[in-house]
C-alpha cells in the first residue's frame, strides 16, 4: 500500500470557520490512524479581521515538521486564498465555493491565478448548507464533506469529530452542522464521480495506540496539572494565554488557583512567593513580559527561590510580530539580568516535551532553588500533534526539596556553601528554620554581607550548582549512523523537526550528514556537544532569530568558526531550506 505525506491547508477570512475547519481536519484523520501536525495562522490585531490559513500535514509515518507545499487547497474566500497559490504543489488540488454570496470578477477569482495542471473542484459551500439548514453557517462543513468525498477519508470519522466538537451547544446547533458535511460529501460524490482522488482510503496506516490532539499550549497546561501545581499567576499575552485559559478551566476542579495579575512584574513576584511558602507555582509570558520580570528573576537567584516561568517566544524585539514565531529570546533567558544571573533554561522541541520538560521543571526548581525557564516559541505553543496522551508517573512528581535536618534547629545555615551548591531549604513556619530572603549579597546565614569574599564565595555556590544540575537536565540527542562526517548540524526547539527531515534527506542521498539536538539550553551539555563535534568537519547552526544565539552560546567549543543558518521570517524553518544549505556546503568542497 502507498504511503501518505499531504498538506491539507483551508484558507478564509477571519469569521469564515476556518479554523474551527482546520481543527476537525486533524481530530478527523488522527481518528483514521494518521500522523498529523497542524499549525494556525491569523491576524495579530483584537478585532481579528483577515487573512486566517491552517496548515495540516498528513502522513502515514510520524511527522516532525511542516511542509513546504501544499496539495489539497480548501478556499472559503477567493480574494484571501489567492496568496496561497505559489505555495501549491505541481499536481495539486483546489476546492472552491462556485456559488458564493458575493460573486467576484473573473480576474479576481481564485481558478484565474492557479496554474493549469492543478485540479479546480468548485462546490456550491454556501448554497448546499444553506439547502439543507436554512442557514449558510455550515459552509465551513460541507466544504469538509466535498474534500472528505474527493479525497476518499471515511465520512465517519468526521461525523465523529463533528459531533464531539458540536454536542455541548445543543441538539440544533450540531445537525445544522452534521447535515452541512453531509451535503458536501454527497454532493462531491456524484459530481465529480469520474474525478475522484482517493489519496487517503489505501493509505498505509499502522495500527497503534490510540492518540489525542494537543497543541503545545495544552501539553504545557496538563503537564502542570500532572505536576501538582496549586498557583497560577499571569498577566494575559499572545502566545501564553491559552495556557492560562487552559489552567483556568481545570485547576480549581483540583484545588488549585488561577490569578490574572495587573502585570508581569506581579506575576512572577507573587510565583517566587508561592515557592518560598512551599508551593508551587508557576507563570507564562512572552518577550515583552518577560523583560519586565528580569529584575524579579535575578531576585529568585541571588535569594535561590524555585520558580516556574514558561517564555512562548514570537517575533521581536518589543511588541514586534505577536502572531508570528521567532527563537529570539535566548540570550534574554540565560543572561537576563544585572549581575551573574544565570538560571536553568530547557528548551522542548515538540508537543510531547512540552508536556515533559514542564512537570520535570518543577523538580529542577525545588531541587536546584532557582528559577527555571521553559523556552518555547509561537509556532511550537500553537501547532497541534496527535500524540498518545502523556501521564506524568509518581517519580517525576515527587518534591525535589532538600529540607534541613532536624539536628540543625537553632543552628541553620539557609545557604551552607554545599559542595553541589545546594543547601537545605525550609519554609516558614519551620520552627528554629527562619531566615531572611534578601536580594542582598549574604552569609552562609543569610545575613547580608558585602566583602569580597563573601561575594566572591556566594557567586560560586549559585554556579557551582547548576553545573551539578546537568546530571538531571536532558542531554543532547544525536541523530547519526556514526562515524566521520561532513556536516553536522545543531539546532533546538521547534525547528529540530525541520532539520531531522532535512537530514534524512540528506542521508537518503548517502551524505555523511548528522543532527544534534539541544534541549538543555543552560547549562549546556558541553562535554557531548564537543564529542559531536570532533566528528563533523563542519558545523551548521540553524535558529530562528538574525544574530545566531545558540551559536553565540556554544559556537566557541568547536574547533573553527561554526556556520550559521538564520531566518527572521516569522515563519518556521522550512526542511528544503536546510537541505539546500547542507547541499551548498557539501559543493563548496566540505565533502
Known amino acids: 500500500m502507498p504511503k501518505v505525506d499531504i498538506t491539507v491547508e483551508v484558507c478564509g477570512m477571519a469569521g469564515d470557520g476556518t479554523i474551527a475547519a482546520g481543527g476537525l481536519v486533524n481530530e478527523a484523520m488522527s481518528l483514521g490512524g494518521f500522523s498529523v501536525l497542524g499549525f494556525d495562522s491569523y491576524p495579530a490585531e483584537i478585532r481579528g479581521f483577515g487573512r486566517c490559513v491552517t496548515r495540516s500535514r498528513i502522513g502515514s509515518n510520524e511527522i516532525g515538521a511542516l511542509a513546504d507545499e501544499t496539495h489539497i487547497l480548501i478556499s472559503l474566500d477567493d480574494l484571501q486564498s489567492r496568496s496561497r497559490v505559489p505555495f501549491l504543489a505541481r499536481d495539486s488540488a483546489v476546492l472552491f465555493d462556485s456559488k458564493p454570496d458575493t460573486l467576484l470578477e473573473e480576474e479576481q477569482s481564485l481558478a484565474a491565478v492557479v496554474e493549469p495542471g492543478t485540479a479546480l473542484f468548485g462546490i456550491p459551500f454556501t448554497y448546499l448548507a444553506t439547502a439543507a439548514t436554512g442557514t449558510s453557517r455550515g459552509r465551513n462543513l460541507a466544504a469538509l464533506g466535498g474534500f472528505a468525498a474527493l479525497f476518499g477519508v471515511q465520512p465517519e470519522w468526521f461525523r465523529r469529530v463533528i459531533t464531539r466538537k458540536f454536542q455541548s451547544k445543543g441538539e440544533k446547533v450540531l445537525e445544522v452542522n452534521l447535515k452541512s458535511f453531509d451535503a458536501g460529501f454527497h454532493y462531491a460524490l456524484e459530481k465529480f464521480a469520474d474525478r475522484l482522488r482517493p489519496s487517503f482510503a489505501a493509505a498505509n496506516v499502522v495500527a497503534g495506540p490510540e492518540k489525542v490532539m494537543l497543541s503545545g499550549n495544552q501539553a504545557i497546561g496538563q503537564a502542570a496539572l500532572d505536576a501538582g501545581l496549586k498557583l497560577y499567576f499571569g498577566y494575559p499575552i499572545t502566545p501564553a494565554t491559552p495556557i492560562m485559559e487552559f489552567l483556568a ?9 488561577v490569578v490574572q495579575m495587573e502585570d508581569e512584574i506581579a506575576s512572577v513576584g507573587a510565583v517566587l512567593g508561592a515557592f518560598y511558602a512551599g508551593a508551587r507555582a508557576m507563570t507564562a509570558t512572552s518577550g515583552p513580559g518577560f523583560a519586565l520580570m528580569t529584575e524579579l528573576i535575578t531576585h529568585g537567584v541571588m535569594a535561590e527561590i524555585p520558580a516556574v516561568i514558561l517564555n512562548a517566544q514570537r517575533g521581536g524585539p518589543s511588541t514586534g510580530l505577536p502572531t508570528k514565531t521567532e527563537q529570539s529570546d535566548l540570550h534574554a533567558a540565560v543572561f537576563g539580568g544585572p549581575g551573574d544571573s544565570s538560571r536553568i533554561v530547557i528548551a522542548p522541541s515538540n508537543v510531547a516535551e512540552c508536556y515533559s520538560f514542564t512537570v520535570q521543571s518543577f523538580q529542577l526548581a525545588e531541587k536546584y532553588q532557582t528559577p527555571v525557564i521553559v523556552l518555547t516559541d ?3 505553543d500553537n501547532r497541534v500533534e496527535n500524540v498518545v496522551m502523556p501521564v506524568a508517573s509518581e517519580k517525576e512528581k515527587t518534591d525535589g526539596n532538600l529540607y534541613p535536618d532536624e539536628s540543625l534547629q537553632g543552628s541553620y545555615h539557609r545557604y551552607l556553601d554545599t559542595e553541589s551548591g545546594v543547601s537545605p531549604r525550609s519554609l516558614p513556619g519551620m520552627e528554629g528554620f527562619a531566615y531572611v530572603a534578601t536580594g542582598l549579597e ?4 543569610a545575613q547580608p554581607d558585602y566583602t569580597p569574599e563573601i561575594h566572591t564565595k556566594m557567586t560560586g555556590k549559585r554556579h557551582r550548582k547548576l553545573q551539578y544540575a546537568l546530571e538531571d ?6 541523530y547519526s549512523d ?6 553536522g548540524i545543531i539546532g533546538w526547539g521547534s525547528t529540530f523537526g525541520s532539520i531531522q527531515e532535512a537530514v534524512n534527506m540528506a542521508r537518503e542521498r548517502g551524505w555523511k550528514v548528522a543532527a544534534l539536538k539541544i534541549t538543555s539550553i543552560f547549562p549546556y551539555h558541553e562535554k557531548e556537544i564537543r564529542s559531536f563535534m570532533t566528528k563533523c568537519r563542519e558545523i551548521l547552526i540553524t535558529e530562528l532569530n538574525y544574530e545566531g544565539q545558540l551559536a553565540n552560546l556554544i559556537g566557541h567549543l568547536h574547533r573553527k568558526e561554526v556556520v550559521r543558518l538564520n531566518q527572521v521570517t516569522g515563519v518556521p524553518f522550512s526542511p528544503s531550506a536546510i537541505f539546500s544549505k547542507i547541499e551548498a556546503l557539501l559543493q563548496a568542497g566540505v565533502s
Not at 481545570?250 to 488557583?257: E, I, M, S, T, V
Not at 556514526?482 to 556536516?487: A, C, F
Open 473 to 478: 537536565l536532558p542531554v543532547p540527542v544525536e
Open 482 to 487: 556514526g562515524g566521520q562526517l561532513d556536516v
Open 378 to 380: 509561537f509556532y511550537l
Open 442 to 445: 549574604h552569609t552562609e546565614r
Open 249 to 257: 478551566k481545570y485547576l480549581p476542579a483540583k484545588g488549585g488557583r
